[in-house]
């Protein structure tokens, strides 16, 4: 491709709104263009960047012997009524009406589509297992879209359905995901990490993340570097400490002034876990089937020396979101602010207590009267509600497993896998029939990876002060050619002899400086560069750099150009 001709242009300054070194140099190196918030155009270089990516994950997919078939993007509703996600899942969900007045949706995962497409096929044991997948565009209605292709809104994802008799077949396929995603990463060149996540919409209960670590991820990570637990802090457990005493009766005491945890342990002189703290949330619930909904309160406790996690306490409450809760609404329910607790709350609450709480006893806790807190309430005795885990997990809390002192993180989601069992089959009447004539649930999973996001990550993964320098997996072109010498016969023909030796070339044939050529050249990233300069060229040779060690020049005889630099791919692929 000859860089006269390229439909891109490469920018000197960030552009507004680039909150991330990789996203800034997919704009300024003309990968990328944005056409609105969280929406991109693929320009030449990204789309061959995102291609290469799309051929890694279909060659293992291959691998896995999955069949490739391609789903509508456009869904019809009822498709999602049946299994109540229609209404269940937000406003991330786009959702219209065709002209014939019927429910329409743009699918943000294809659960629903591949389970109808199960059982039309799927009838005998025979059948089975299948295993299919696609690289289809997706549409989610993020409300925060950010870090370019990190976090949009339409994007293009693998995402592969399994479809087995039993357990057993699932466990297997889901070993070969679990296997096969990170021979892909590391294919591609980026360093993952599996952690133990949260199904969250898509149901089932088992299921792992591929965390990217960078300081520019939304998701903390927990980790143990002793025993190798890993999860997201959303599901993350650690062992916890309980301090169950003799109960005492309740006492009002007068705590002026002290609406955080911080004050009132200073107030009354104890320790932060002698106390309650609660969270106070609205939650959303809607009718599967019929799409209405309504809002509760919902109050989390969990000891002071702790926080909440709000997915837990989403769970917990199985609600279909949560916000925090505005004064008025606590108010509401009976419950005074900066005092607040479950003690006196009116019916229709829902409180959510934590087991560090349930299993420690005389903790001080909101009076629900201005200036006062009780001390010495219990679960259980001055009030009650469902218990769970709750508790956020953070650094230097003990390992659930081993006890020893956990790390925490911050990581990108770049793939995700989900043993997804019966939920959408038997939603969806998907059966097959047994060996013994009986009629059984087909055993579903889903596994999904994020293609745009994978090439984001890479480019924050692979860049330095000048742009950015991929892999040469992904890497647009293998090779960028520049020719700063007036013979422009001679410039064609190593252009045409390294094409025609199958060679990908980036030729800079602009009239430009040396200078700006250079630069374009840096933050474009092609790993291997080519300079054909008036000296090298008049000793019969010419410099070669790698774009991730330009400290090293090297100088190769230009009638056996060709030959060294596939010597030279092949040595660095």
Same mark, same amino acid.
Not at 74 to 86: A, C, I, Q, S, Y
Not at 155 to 170: R, V
């Given at each position: 491709?000859?860089?006269?001709?390229?439909?891109?242009?490469?920018?000197?300054?960030?552009?507004?709104?680039?909150?991330?070194k990789?996203?800034?140099?997919?704009l300024?190196?003309?990968?990328?263009?944005?056409?609105?918030?969280?929406?991109?155009?693929?320009?030449?270089?990204?789309?061959?960047?995102?291609?290469?990516i799309? !051929?890694?994950?279909?060659?293992?997919?291959?691998a896995?012997g999955a069949?490739?078939?391609l789903?509508?993007?456009? /869904?019809?509703?009822?498709?999602?009524?049946?299994?109540?996600?229609?209404?269940?899942?937000?406003?991330?969900? !786009?959702?219209?009406?065709?002209? /014939?007045?019927?429910?329409?949706c743009?699918?943000?995962?294809?659960?629903?589509?591949?389970?109808?497409?199960?059982r039309?096929?799927?009838?005998? +044991?025979?059948?089975?297992p299948?295993l299919? +997948?696609?690289?289809?565009?997706?549409?989610?209605?993020?409300?925060?879209?950010?870090?370019?292709?990190?976090?949009?809104?339409e994007f293009?994802?693998? =995402?592969?359905y399994?479809?087995?008799?039993?357990?057993?077949?699932?466990?297997?396929?889901?070993?070969?995901?679990?296997?096969?995603?990170?021979?892909?990463?590391?294919?591609?060149?980026?360093p993952?990490?599996?952690?133990?996540?949260?199904?969250?919409?898509?149901?089932?209960?088992? %299921?792992?993340?591929?965390? +990217?670590?960078?300081?520019?991820?939304?998701?903390?990570?927990?980790?143990?570097?002793?025993?190798?637990?890993? %999860?997201?802090?959303?599901?993350?457990?650690?062992q916890?400490?309980?301090?169950?005493?003799? $109960?005492?009766?309740?006492?009002?005491?007068?705590?002026?002034?002290?609406?955080?945890?911080e004050?009132?342990?200073?107030?009354l002189?104890?320790?932060?876990?002698k106390?309650?703290?609660?969270?106070?949330?609205?939650?959303?619930?809607?009718?599967?089937?019929?799409?209405?909904?309504?809002t509760?309160?919902?109050?989390?406790?969990?000891?002071?020396d702790?926080?909440?996690?709000?997915?837990?306490?989403?769970n917990?409450a199985?609600?279909?979101?949560?916000? $925090?809760?505005?004064?008025?609404?606590?108010?509401?329910?009976?419950?005074? $602010?900066?005092?607040?607790?479950?003690?006196?709350?009116r019916?229709?609450?829902?409180?959510?207590?934590? =087991?560090?709480?349930?299993?420690?006893?005389?903790?001080?806790?909101g009076?629900?009267?201005e200036?006062?807190?009780?001390?010495?309430? /219990?679960?259980?005795?001055?009030?009650?509600? &469902?218990?769970?885990?709750?508790?956020?997990a %953070?650094?230097?809390?003990?390992c659930?497993?081993?006890?020893?002192?956990?790390?925490?993180?911050?990581?990108?989601?770049?793939? /995700?896998?989900?043993?997804?069992? &019966?939920?959408?089959?038997?939603?969806?009447?998907?059966y097959?029939?047994?060996?013994?004539?009986?009629?059984?649930?087909?055993?579903?999973?889903?596994?999904?990876?994020?293609i745009?996001?994978?090439?984001?990550?890479?480019?924050?993964?692979?860049?330095?002060?000048?742009?950015?320098?991929? $892999?040469?997996?992904? %890497?647009?072109?293998?090779?960028?050619?520049?020719?700063?010498i007036k013979?422009?016969?001679? !410039?064609?023909?190593i252009?045409?002899?390294?094409?025609?030796?199958?060679?990908?070339?980036?030729? =800079?044939?602009?009239?430009?400086?040396?200078?700006?050529?250079?630069?374009?050249?840096?933050?474009?990233?092609?790993p291997?560069?080519?300079?054909?300069?008036?000296?090298? +060229?008049?000793?019969?040779?010419?410099?070669?750099?790698?774009r991730?060690?330009?400290?090293?020049?090297m !100088?190769?005889?230009?009638?056996?150009?060709?030959?060294?630099?596939?010597?030279?791919?092949?040595k660095?692929?």
């Amino acid at each position: 491709m000859r860089m006269s001709r390229l439909f891109s242009k490469t920018l000197r300054e960030a552009p507004n709104g680039a909150d991330c070194k990789g996203y800034e140099y997919l704009l300024r190196a003309g990968y990328i263009d944005q056409l609105a918030t969280g929406i991109f155009s693929l320009l030449p270089l990204g789309f061959r960047s995102i291609q290469k990516i799309s !051929s890694i994950v279909r060659e293992e997919m291959n691998a896995l012997g999955a069949q490739e078939i391609l789903m509508p993007v456009v /869904n019809p509703g009822d498709l999602w009524k049946e299994t109540g996600r229609f209404y269940s899942i937000d406003r991330e969900m !786009s959702r219209f009406k065709d002209r /014939n007045d019927r429910d329409m949706c743009l699918a943000m995962t294809h659960e629903e589509c591949a389970t109808d497409l199960g059982r039309n096929i799927i009838d005998s +044991y025979k059948r089975l297992p299948l295993l299919v +997948y696609q690289l289809q565009t997706k549409w989610r209605d993020d409300p925060r879209p950010r870090a370019g292709l990190i976090r949009v809104r339409e994007f293009t994802m693998k =995402d592969s359905y399994s479809f087995d008799k039993d357990q057993e077949g699932l466990e297997k396929v889901y070993k070969a995901h679990y296997d096969a995603y990170f021979r892909i990463y590391k294919k591609c060149g980026l360093p993952v990490i599996a952690v133990g996540s949260d199904s969250g919409m898509m149901g089932g209960k088992v %299921a792992h993340e591929y965390m +990217y670590l960078s300081p520019i991820g939304e998701d903390t990570i927990i980790t143990c570097p002793s025993c190798g637990y890993t %999860a997201n802090r959303q599901v993350a457990r650690f062992q916890k400490d309980y301090y169950p005493e003799e $109960p005492k009766a309740k006492e009002l005491v007068e705590t002026p002034n002290t609406k955080t945890i911080e004050d009132l342990v200073k107030v009354l002189g104890i320790p932060a876990r002698k106390t309650a703290k609660a969270l106070f949330m609205v939650g959303t619930f809607i009718n599967d089937e019929t799409g209405e909904e309504h809002t509760k309160l919902v109050v989390g406790i969990v000891r002071g020396d702790m926080d909440i996690e709000e997915n837990k306490l989403q769970n917990a409450a199985k609600a279909n979101s949560l916000r $925090p809760a505005h004064e008025e609404e606590i108010l509401e329910a009976g419950i005074i $602010p900066g005092f607040g607790s479950p003690i006196g709350a009116r019916e229709g609450t829902i409180v959510i207590v934590d =087991d560090s709480v349930a299993k420690s006893n005389n903790l001080v806790a909101g009076a629900n009267k201005e200036g006062f807190h009780y001390i010495n309430t /219990n679960f259980g005795v001055d009030y009650n509600g &469902t218990v769970a885990d709750i508790a956020s997990a %953070a650094q230097d809390y003990r390992c659930p497993v081993c006890g020893k002192p956990l790390n925490s993180s911050k990581g990108v989601e770049v793939g /995700n896998i989900f043993q997804l069992g &019966t939920r959408y089959s038997e939603a969806m009447n998907c059966y097959y029939q047994d060996e013994n004539g009986a009629r059984k649930p087909v055993i579903m999973g889903s596994y999904g990876i994020g293609i745009g996001r994978l090439l984001a990550c890479l480019c924050e993964e692979y860049n330095d002060e000048r742009g950015l320098m991929l $892999p040469i997996a992904v %890497a647009p072109y293998q090779v960028h050619f520049i020719s700063l010498i007036k013979e422009t016969d001679v !410039s064609e023909r190593i252009y045409s002899q390294l094409e025609a030796a199958g060679i990908e070339v980036l030729f =800079d044939d602009r009239k430009e400086t040396a200078g700006v050529k250079f630069a374009d050249a840096d933050l474009i990233g092609v790993p291997i560069r080519i300079t054909l300069g008036n000296r090298s +060229y008049k000793d019969g040779k010419c410099e070669v750099k790698l774009r991730s060690n330009e400290d090293e020049v090297m !100088s190769f005889d230009l009638e056996n150009l060709v030959s060294e630099i596939k010597d030279l791919i092949a040595k660095i692929s």
